[in-house]
């Protein structure tokens, strides 16, 4: 079987790092599978190829920009080079990682009726609505929700990232035969808590044995808080002097800025292989996605690196599985945007309360019961 396999990010985003590139390993592993082609989108003019460990995956880069006119060849010129390149290969079949991939897998179907796969579909259209990026009647908004309409429609397998997602699109009258459920997953051996790197870290950044440390990974704005994630750091900071802030982002400037006027701070970009130390010196994370509806379709990768490395969350209310797997196993708070006192004093007393190597550490049990990739492997076995 041949495979093209469809990313809508660059070949070197932490996303594609974090996502995709598991993903290719797995599919190589199997004996059906002769060749995987990758497709990723570079739109910083990115041409040069990814060497994979795998003889049996070949990266092709298509360049595009950020510009209007290059998410028009998106969804116009690419669509038409796959049909060439699929000719041309004779693929059997074609995975599509997200909603906005699988639109461009669509497309190609349309012509050639080779079947496609969308992994990680969530309501991306939805998600733009309501984080207030694209209006309602903004083209973008309804390009989209009409090419999600005929992803269900015509794919021949959907995978969503929750049960929750998997729930409501049988209500909406998805086939429920051609959806399985495949979690962000994350290798939990790599993201495991190390004291030694806790040690260090805590060194380099000078921060107190007794600290409690609090950490952030990813961006501001879109679909996550933007002012109130602000106003909850500066909140947590003021609780105690010995208070640390981790935030591990591409917005280093932005929110230097923001928190100019406070001590005990360290932010910084650092490669995805970086976060996992910065994990180990920390006692809790901070995951902040804006709740909405469609929010119930998310699986956020770190949620799982987190809890892989046996960090208790705080989390806004209904993020996909995740919030209520917080709140049945008591791993963590549910945050409101109500009272930050409140809900910070309730994360602190839980990092207090709680032994960081306590055996068995019911926070890592669950990474690895949730977001394994065994999870995923099984899922490919079951639509290959």
Not at 7 to 26: C, D, F, M, Q, R
Not at 126 to 151: C, V
Not at 254 to 260: P, R
Request: charge should be positive; proline fraction near 4%; charged fraction near 25%.
């Amino acid at each position: 079987m041949k495979i093209l396999y469809l990313g809508y990010w660059g070949v070197n985003e932490g996303l594609s790092v974090a996502t995709i590139y598991p993903h290719l390993k797995i599919l190589a592993s199997f004996d059906s599978i002769q060749k995987i082609f990758y497709f990723s989108m570079e739109r910083e003019g990115t041409t040069e190829t990814k060497s994979f460990d795998s003889s049996k995956i070949e990266h092709f880069p298509f360049v595009t920009g950020h510009g209007l006119k290059d998410k028009w060849n998106d969804f116009t010129t690419f669509p038409k080079i796959l049909l060439d390149f699929i000719k041309e290969k004779q693929i059997d079949k074609i995975i599509a990682r997200g909603a906005p991939a699988g639109a461009i897998a669509w497309m190609v179907w349309k012509k050639n009726k080779v079947p496609f796969v969308v992994e990680s579909f969530e309501p991306h259209a939805d998600y733009m609505l309501e984080s207030g990026i694209w209006p309602k009647y903004d083209p973008r908004y309804l390009l989209e929700k009409y090419w999600e309409e005929q992803q269900k429609k015509c794919a021949k397998n959907i995978i969503t990232v929750s049960n929750s997602y998997k729930n409501q699109l049988i209500k909406e009258g998805v086939e429920k035969s051609i959806i399985e459920v495949g979690p962000c997953c994350v290798d939990t051996l790599k993201f495991q808590f190390i004291q030694k790197q806790r040690t260090a870290i805590r060194e380099k950044l000078k921060i107190s044995k007794d600290a409690i440390v609090a950490i952030y990974v990813g961006k501001i704005g879109g679909i996550y808080y933007s002012a109130e994630s602000i106003q909850l750091f500066k909140d947590f900071l003021s609780q105690s002097s010995s208070h640390f802030l981790i935030i591990l982002t591409p917005q280093v400037e932005e929110l230097e800025k923001e928190l100019s006027t406070k001590k005990n701070v360290f932010i910084k970009s650092v490669a995805h292989s970086e976060v996992p130390d910065y994990l180990s010196a920390s006692d809790f994370a901070f995951s902040l996605h804006k709740p909405s509806p469609s929010k119930i379709a998310l699986s956020p990768i770190k949620n799982g690196e987190y809890w892989a490395n046996g960090l208790p969350v705080f989390i806004s209310k209904g993020i996909g599985d995740d919030s209520n797997l917080i709140k049945v196993n008591n791993i963590g708070v549910i945050w409101e945007n109500q009272n930050n006192q409140k809900a910070l004093d309730e994360i602190v007393n839980i990092v207090v309360k709680k032994e960081r190597l306590e055996q068995p550490n019911s926070i890592v049990e669950l990474a690895k019961n949730t977001r394994s990739f065994s999870i995923i492997e099984n899922v490919y076995k079951t639509i290959l």
